[in-house]
DNA sequence: TAGTGGTCTAGACCACCTC
DNA sequence: AGGTGGTCTAGACCACTAA
């Protein structure tokens, strides 16, 4: 589906959709429906990214609504981080994740190289796996379902101070897999070059001993404190589509973050 | 122009303020004049905390706007945690960090006892300090200025699992000390209890090696991973108002966090 | 000049809550 | 019944950007 007319689902048709009169049954707010709608058609990729959104004014007579109920939509869609406006030229479908730009996550080559530092990655193996009990609960699968699991290690001025897998669906691993991963992140190629779109990210901090083969490849002594980084991407209907395990050295590797007072965003201890 | 009425400040006289004819100098939006002085007036305590605010239609009046932009300041105050509203009874001032709320931060206890642990806290010391370069720069202070220092330590089962430090204002940490730390959350007490508004929080995590007086506080040896978490809250005028050092034992303390694609929060390698 | 978003108003109907 | 917030409309002026 894609536009015209109606707001309620695929109806082409103008059907001055209004009414209360009776029907509507669940009836959402107006603006609801047009940011939903709108948001749909981003998400599906109608209105590709970078794109101009229709103008207000089209919005209003495409949905049949009036500008401050399309506003209250767009909104909100601004607010989502889905789409941004510039005065005097339109709203615009924000690029997943500009490079370098103000999405909540930075990568940590991305965030070395602000630093100054020469930071490069490196693919070490791609593959698909039968998920195992954390894998297949951090992504809301049946165990041993098959998941692609994607593993790079992040050099900084060639030492090694990062290692992780990405798990995700495999015909989604299988494009990761393929990119450029030696100069860009994986979360950014995932936004960016991949398209996916996340709404939340849940992240968990540890402190673990190095051990194995995570020890190895990191050039630790067994015990050695590591900084172990679990995140889950969630899309927006809240479905778990990424899961990554990182290891990184204390030296060179922290995790910063910074809580805004809105809109949630929850620490436990 | 047609409506009057003063937005400056809380003054409840008229004062029509200004038409825009010709000075206007830097003439914020009526909105985000109406949001600054209602968030003005719940932070100086003139609204307190649980109390309702004017209804819409007062602020209306108060402010010679319309319902419309007094609505959109209110939005905006809502998104920010520090204003809630209730269909068919008002507005009303957020308790700051309701007790179990939704606030973005939640302490170590409160944490631990969510999920089923006995958890309390002590309070291992309380001095007044000259900051050090670390705590100056973190609270943006020349150095040497004398700060308060809270020193508390949390168990879990009676096993101490984390340590840390909060720096503040001496006058502040007066009164933080001076209350029951034994079963708050000092995040809780500062924000529940003291009033601390804090508009963001920027928090470090890094793994560590355990050593000197908090290994043996946490009964760990030498060289052990442990978990530092360093926290700078800040005021809405960005200025830091607090500075945390926490240090914890990685069986017991992780760091978790959920990052919302709205409204940034910025993650670093 | 024309189109776009940014801001604002007055007025309206509804659902909800309290009295 | 009366007050409150939730939603929505039509119309307006402005600042900015573009052709």
């Known amino acids: 589906m894609t536009s015209s007319g109606a707001i309620m689902t695929g109806v082409k048709e103008a059907m001055p959709l209004e009414g209360e ?14 940011r939903d709608a709108v948001r749909a058609d981003i998400l599906a990729g109608v209105l590709p990214a970078g794109g101009r959104l229709p103008s207000e004014a089209q919005l209003c007579r495409q949905y049949g609504v009036s500008r401050i109920t399309v506003r209250q ?8 981080g889905l789409v941004h406006t510039v005065n005097g030229r339109g709203s615009f479908v924000s690029q997943p994740r500009a490079p370098g730009g103000q999405g909540p996550l930075v990568g940590v080559l ?29 992504l809301n699968l049946p165990p041993r379902t098959p998941v692609g699991a994607v593993t790079v290690a992040r050099y900084c001025d060639d030492v090694p101070f990062a290692v ?10 299988e494009r990761l897999a393929a990119q450029d991963l030696e100069h860009n992140d994986v979360t950014d190629v995932l936004h960016r070059l991949l398209g996916l779109r996340t709404a939340r990210t849940r992240v968990t901090v540890q402190a673990v001993a190095a051990q194995g083969m995570v020890a190895r490849r990191l050039r630790k002594p067994a015990g050695a404190p590591l900084l172990r980084v679990l995140t889950t991407g969630l899309d927006y209907e809240g479905q778990p589509a990424t899961y990554s395990e990182t290891y990184g050295t204390p030296e060179l590797l922290e995790y910063r973050v910074t809580l805004h007072n809105d809109t949630s965003s929850a620490r436990e201890g």
Chains 1, 2 share one sequence.
Do not use: I, N
């Open 110 to 138: 991305e965030a070395m190289r602000k630093r100054g530092w020469k930071a490069h990655g490196r693919l070490l193996s791609h593959s698909v796996q039968k998920a195992d009990a954390e894998v297949a609960l951090a």
């Open 21 to 34: 009169a009776t029907t509507t049954e669940a009836t959402q707010p107006r603006f609801a429906q047009v």
């Open 164 to 173: 992780g897998t990405t798990y995700l669906a495999p015909e989604l691993a």
């Open 73 to 80: 939509a767009l909104a909100e869609l601004q607010a989502s």
